[in-house]
């Protein structure tokens, strides 16, 4: 009997975890009454801070703060507990707890792999660099924490630290050659980056960060086999899908009450924005459910007109497989806000639809467009972007992963838009 009523309970949990990831409107409920079952399970307990930030709830974080206080060792909930605070503009205290149980458990390996990924997530890359330092000082002086640490110093402008730290570290270090490259080319070195890249990707061929490097790095050095990688306009491109503006203003008031939160979200690309939680393609709400099949059917479109199958390619490998919807969101950027350049690791195919744009853009400028190919900034590159694209409501682009992508800021108004990655059959993404 014992074991049923555990399974039963498990169930529940189960349920209400899965009734907040649809956004049922009785999902808070059915996670207080789990709780009451399942009093310290931790994504219960984090579902219902979500939740509760998500309504205002001026005490949405005080049972994750009070198991914090008893067992400052739950990294998960240091983890949600950072974010909560940092997205609803607590700026100044969003480390405080973590910080603290480092003072208490210095030696807590989980806690400073939590904190400096906060810090970095959260543009403090100097600070991430130093906190990966204080680690290595409480005995962890491994390479791959020296590694992080030359990460983080490389993308806070501290070379010369970022260069001794690299020095001498094992060449089976997993991620050295992909770093290694990214420090070559802040340097200027062109050419001992391409052979990293060579490496990089002879050990992970479908590494994403990998050819996002190897794209820029082959345009600055010449390299004949650019144009095979990205020159090829099939690759990327606009799509505007017929939806009224009936369809558009009713998923336009369904996205907006999902962004509940003040700030950007820690590690994304947004800036001045939000950005919801979970997938949003599992919610239940009609004008998303809507948008995923008019979303699904324009990507098999695309995927079907790409060019021939190319083994060798990181996208037309996958050629003869089935494109999938692998996850998405939302994100609302309001005047001077924009994406910097970024990647996402984890699709084949990454994407920008547009909901609501504002009716001031000037065109001309190229304001709030979406670029292709141009490098982050800590790269410090003077390289434009390859291509861009104008938002329009109703209006998809897609186009390879492992292109850098970030948007142009606009001075004033609401741009409203849903992104997803786009994996293949036959892999599973994380």
């Known amino acids: 009997m014992a074991g049923a009523g555990t399974s039963d309970a498990q169930a529940?949990?189960?349920?209400?975890?899965?009734?907040?990831?649809?956004?049922?409107?009785?999902?808070?409920?059915?996670?207080?009454?789990?709780?009451?079952?399942?009093?310290?399970d931790g994504g219960l307990?984090?579902?219902?801070?979500?939740?509760?930030?998500?309504?205002?709830?001026?005490?949405?974080?005080?049972?994750?703060?009070?198991?914090?206080?008893?067992?400052?060792?739950?990294?998960?909930?240091?983890?949600?507990l950072a974010e909560f605070r940092w997205e609803s503009g607590e700026i100044q205290c969003y480390l405080k707890e973590i910080e603290a149980a480092l003072s208490r458990l210095p030696r807590h390996a989980g806690l400073w792999k939590a904190y400096i990924r906060l810090l970095a997530g959260t543009g403090r890359p100097s600070d991430a660099a130093d906190a990966a330092h204080n680690a290595r000082q409480q005995g962890f002086d491994l390479p791959m924490l020296r590694l992080i640490e030359a990460v983080?110093?490389?993308?806070?402008?501290?070379?010369?630290?970022?260069?001794?730290?690299?020095?001498?570290?094992?060449?089976?270090?997993?991620?050295?050659?992909?770093?290694?490259?990214?420090?070559?080319?802040?340097?200027?070195?062109?050419?001992?980056?391409v052979i990293e890249l060579d490496e990089a990707r002879r050990r992970y061929p479908e590494d994403i960060s990998a050819w996002a490097l190897t794209e820029i790095t082959w345009r600055l050095t010449g390299d004949s086999r650019h144009?095979?990688?990205?020159?090829?306009?099939?690759l990327a491109g606009p799509m505007d899908l017929a939806l009224s503006s009936i369809d558009l203003d009713a998923l336009t008031q369904c996205l907006r009450a999902l962004h509940g939160t003040s700030a950007r979200p820690v590690g994304q690309s947004v800036r001045r924005g939000t950005q919801t939680?979970?997938?949003?393609?599992?919610?239940?709400?009609?004008?998303?459910?809507?948008?995923?099949?008019?979303?699904?059917?324009?990507?098999?479109?695309?995927?079907?007109?790409?060019?021939?199958?190319?083994?060798?390619?990181?996208?037309l490998r996958h050629r003869q497989t089935e494109p999938i919807l692998a996850i998405g969101w939302s994100i609302r950027i309001t005047g001077g806000g924009?994406?910097?350049?970024?990647?996402?690791?984890?699709?084949?195919?990454?994407?920008?639809?547009?909901?609501?744009?504002?009716?001031?853009?000037?065109?001309?400028?190229?304001?709030?467009?979406?670029?292709l190919g141009r490098p982050p900034d800590d790269l410090s590159l003077d390289l434009g972007p390859l291509r861009s694209f104008e938002p329009k409501p109703g209006r998809l682009v897609l186009f390879p992963s492992y292109l850098y992508h970030g948007t142009r800021p606009f001075p004033e108004g609401e741009r409203l838009s849903v992104a997803f990655d786009v994996a293949h059959a036959g892999k599973v993404f994380s």
């Open 152 to 193: 983080h110093s490389g993308s806070a402008g501290d070379h010369a630290r970022a260069e001794a730290l690299l020095a001498g570290l094992p060449r089976d270090l997993p991620d050295l050659p992909l770093q290694l490259a990214r420090h070559h080319l802040r340097g200027g070195r062109h050419d001992a980056a």
């Open 12 to 40: 529940r949990r189960d349920a209400a975890i899965a009734a907040y990831r649809r956004g049922d409107e009785d999902a808070l409920a059915l996670i207080g009454e789990a709780l009451r079952e399942m009093p310290n």
């Open 227 to 234: 144009d095979w990688l990205a020159g090829n306009e099939d």
């Open 277 to 315: 939680r979970g997938d949003i393609f599992i919610r239940a709400e009609e004008p998303i459910a809507a948008l995923r099949v008019q979303l699904d059917a324009a990507v098999q479109a695309f995927w079907h007109a790409l060019p021939a199958e190319d083994m060798s390619h990181p996208l």
């Open 338 to 371: 924009f994406h910097v350049s970024h990647v996402h690791p984890g699709g084949v195919l990454s994407s920008a639809f547009y909901v609501a744009v504002p009716g001031t853009l000037d065109a001309k400028k190229e304001e709030g467009w979406i670029e």
């Open 45 to 80: 307990l984090i579902s219902e801070a979500a939740l509760k930030v998500g309504r205002g709830d001026p005490n949405a974080l005080a049972r994750i703060e009070s198991i914090i206080r008893r067992a400052p060792d739950w990294v998960d909930g240091q983890i949600a």
